[in-house]
């Protein structure tokens, strides 16, 4: 897949912002708090759907990891207020910044492995945080966690605003960052380490900041997401809840720009209405997942865009059109 | 000065020698072909060169400066640009993405770039695939595609581990010309390759190894005629 193709906007791709612009109208829509809640959840994840598509999808490092940077997000915020009575709107940007420095000494230490051993790397890791702050009790209450104020008394629409603006932000982020130089390496490293290198990439370099961005925007998740719950538990970072952002960014569509946006939404919304079932639920949630891997292996939004693609035209010189979306 | 000087390099492989001793240089501007048996040691020296792979003694100098010890892309923002045996292209870039990944990491203005870009696939039948994926170039294209990301920077000295291997004769007469194009332009060439035929056309000088050592440095057609060669490789190729 030619990813650079769809970068050819100034802001941002066009699918993101025609999502974003129906996520923006949902609230008229959705009255019942309940539902709301969901959806604010479904952002939650999708931030960090985004932030995980980023370092799997774009650059190549399939960590388990997402929920372990949003666990730190979390807790920074969460422990500055509980102890020191900090506001979140300073324990937000300083949960931010510990996920983002904790995301690049990760990103150092895996930057001579590839494939599975990143991935159990990352799982360690997520393992060694949750495991640091259930047992760092007089700190963090252990498995009590840390009951926290909300973010400055907002209603669920204000949450969920407040939340779609962060998911705004950090697909600008992606997108922005996919089409400038740093986006052309991040990808050259994916599809080749050793083929970057010979170009001049420093790999190093490179896979450790996109590990740092990618954790950074994890921490942001958390850091909201503990005010909207109100408590700061290990049940954020969980290995269940990174597979969870996993399965939402490669069911919506892995290394696509819309495809975690999707996914978040799709799986959430369809975990909670499967609910209604009863015991089942799970079953039929994880039918649903296995029947649309199989199906749609691109994901959703993979299959949309091979629908969407219009013939190639094998004109002479593509390369005016190549230059155009390359850009200046 | 020399552009490229190996210096009693030597390598083992889990204690099999590979390179025992090697010491020859390349000078500004020629065209040198490296030739050898298969496990004659030429890719290791290529990958010691280019960062790649550690030596175990010796020294390997570029412009009179040590390089042995620098990584890859350290290598190759000096100047020294390569291809593989096996095309190393990313596969999911466009084939002008692919171009500019070099040069973009050595910095080049963007205009210029795209401008080089344009003129390199051109020369090389690529620009009507200028914005197809890697991935769905041909083997040869694939070889095309990796040797035009070579020239992005103005390389001051391009390695190619076999280029006419496994490409159809037009890819090869057109690998060709390009090399012999540029090398009139100044740019030093070190080319591996089993093609004889080829190589005896392409290169004024060859440097032929075997075992792990250098056995014989020279003018092409001597070196072709030196009976240590010939024993050596050239007993089914000539």
Redesign the interface.
């Known amino acids: 897949?030619?990813?650079?193709?769809k970068f050819s906007g100034r802001f941002l791709d066009p699918a993101s912002t025609a999502i974003f612009a129906v996520a923006a109208v949902l609230p008229l829509l959705v009255q019942q708090p309940y539902w709301q809640g969901v959806l604010v959840v479904a952002l939650y994840y999708g931030i960090m759907a985004v932030a995980w598509n980023l370092l799997a999808g774009f650059a190549g490092q399939f960590t388990l990891s997402p929920a372990a940077f949003s666990l730190l997000g979390a807790y920074t915020s969460g422990v500055l207020n509980f102890h020191y009575g900090l506001s979140p709107a300073v324990g937000i940007p300083l949960g931010v910044l510990v996920a983002g420095l904790t995301g690049l000494l990760l990103g150092r230490i895996s930057v001579r492995m590839r494939g599975p051993y990143v991935s159990l790397t990352s799982v360690a890791f997520l393992h060694i945080v949750s495991i640091v702050i259930s047992n760092s009790y007089s700190i963090t209450r252990g498995d009590l966690g840390l009951q926290v104020p909300d973010l400055f008394g907002l209603s669920r629409v204000g949450y969920f605003y407040v939340f779609l603006a962060a998911l705004v932000l950090v697909q600008v982020l992606v997108y922005q960052l996919l089409r400038s130089?740093a986006g052309?390496?991040i990808?050259?490293l994916?599809?080749?380490e050793?083929?970057?290198?010979?170009?001049?990439?420093?790999?190093t370099r490179w896979k450790t900041v996109v590990f740092g961005i990618s954790s950074a925007m994890c921490g942001l998740a958390g850091g909201l997401y503990v005010h909207f719950i109100r408590l700061a538990s290990p049940e954020i970072g969980t290995i269940l809840q990174s597979g969870l952002v996993v399965t939402m960014a490669v069911v919506g569509g892995m290394?696509t720009l819309a495809g975690p946006l999707i996914g978040a939404f799709f799986i959430q919304v369809a975990s909670e209405a499967l609910r209604a079932i009863g015991m089942q639920h799970m079953l039929v949630f994880a039918l649903l997942v296995i029947l649309s891997v199989r199906f749609f292996p691109g994901g959703l939004w993979g299959f949309v865009e091979d629908m969407l693609r219009k013939p190639r035209v094998?004109?002479?010189?593509?390369?005016a059109?190549?230059?155009e979306?390359?850009?200046? | 000065m020399s552009l490229l000087r190996f210096d009693g390099v030597k390598k083992q492989f889990m204690g099999r020698t590979v390179l025992a001793d090697i010491s020859f240089a390349v000078e500004p501007g020629e065209l040198v072909g490296l030739i050898g048996p298969n496990g004659a040691g030429k890719t290791t020296m290529l990958n010691i060169m280019t960062g790649y792979l550690p030596l175990d003694g010796g020294a390997v100098y570029f412009q009179d400066r040590r390089i042995d010890n620098l990584k890859p892309f350290q290598i190759s923002r000096l100047g020294i640009r390569r291809t593989f045996q096996l095309s190393k292209n990313f596969p999911r870039l466009s084939v002008l993405d692919n171009c500019l990944v070099a040069s973009e990491a050595a910095g080049v203005p963007r205009d210029v770039a795209l401008q080089r870009a344009e003129e390199i696939l051109a020369d090389l039948t690529l620009l009507r695939l200028a914005d197809r994926p890697a991935a769905e170039l041909s083997g040869g294209q694939q070889k095309l595609l990796e040797f035009a990301s070579c020239f992005m920077t103005d390389p001051q000295l391009v390695c190619l581990d076999e280029p006419f291997s496994a490409v159809h004769p037009d890819i090869k007469r057109i690998i060709f010309e390009y090399i012999q194009k540029r090398n009139a332009g100044g740019t030093t060439f070190l080319v591996i390759d089993h093609d004889v035929a080829i190589m005896r056309e392409l290169c004024r000088r060859l440097v032929a190894s075997s075992a792990g050592r250098i056995i014989a440095d020279g003018p092409t057609q001597e070196v072709l005629q030196n009976p240590k060669v010939v024993d050596a490789y050239l007993v089914s190729e000539v």
């Not at chain 1, 094998?314 to 390369?319: F, H, S």
């Not at chain 1, 979306?325 to 200046?328: D, L």
């Open positions: 897949m030619n990813t650079r193709r130089r052309l390496f990808q050259a994916r599809d080749d050793l083929a970057a290198a010979s170009r001049g990439v420093d790999v290394a094998p004109a002479e010189p593509t390369v059109a190549a230059r979306r390359v850009g200046p």
